[in-house]
């Protein structure tokens, strides 16, 4: 499975307001913190790929953490990404039980950290699309327009997130295709 992916730079308040006209269904709101690894026989930096442990808590709808709503712990893996307009790539992910487990077999297996991207995240369903209202310490505020695809199905996966962020007032010409990690690691240095 192929996640297409097109984010950009965005004012939130502006896109709430055109979601809400758009009459965008609200998913989900939490808290993320992505941590990042290298492997010890490649840098993944160099091969374009990703390997994250995301720790997710939900809200409880009013922006505090929901004591109902426990810790998910997912592993991700992200291949390099495949076209020049977006952010698309082949992904796997599945939930793992226990995250301290997970992040120890890691490091037993030479998995080093790299960095911690920490996010509030708004989710929206809007024309069969996943928007994202993403607020990234120490980066900003992104919009993420997002949906999965068989491969044979990219192009025109790609062509209906562009129509979605342009139905939002946003421009996809100014589409970042670089991760959060590598621009807190561009800030950093």
């Given amino acids: 499975m192929y996640e297409v992916e097109i984010k950009v730079r965005a004012d939130h308040d502006d896109v709430r307001g055109a979601l809400e ?19 010890p026989m490649r840098e993944f930096a ?54 301290a487990a997970l992040e120890a077999t890691l490091s037993a297996l030479g998995f080093e950290p790299v960095a911690t991207v920490e996010k509030r995240r708004e989710r929206f369903a809007l024309d069969g699309y996943t928007v994202t209202l993403d607020t990234v310490t120490d980066l900003g505020e992104f919009v993420e327009v997002e949906t999965e695809a068989e491969e044979e199905e990219i192009d025109e996966a790609r062509e209906g997130a562009v129509a979605v962020l342009e139905s939002l007032g946003l421009d996809p010409a100014t589409g970042i295709r670089t991760s959060y990690l590598e621009l807190l690691l561009d800030d950093a240095s």
């Fill in 21 to 39: 006209e758009r009459e965008a269904g609200a998913l989900n709101t939490g808290t993320q913190a992505d941590t990042y690894y290298d492997a």
């Fill in 46 to 99: 160099e091969t374009d790929e990703a390997l994250r442990v995301r720790h997710e808590r939900a809200d409880s709808g009013d922006g505090r953490s929901s004591n109902r709503d426990a810790e998910t712990t997912k592993l991700t893996y992200k291949g390099p990404l495949v076209d020049e307009r977006s952010k698309t790539r082949e992904e796997h992910e599945t939930v793992v039980e226990d995250g």
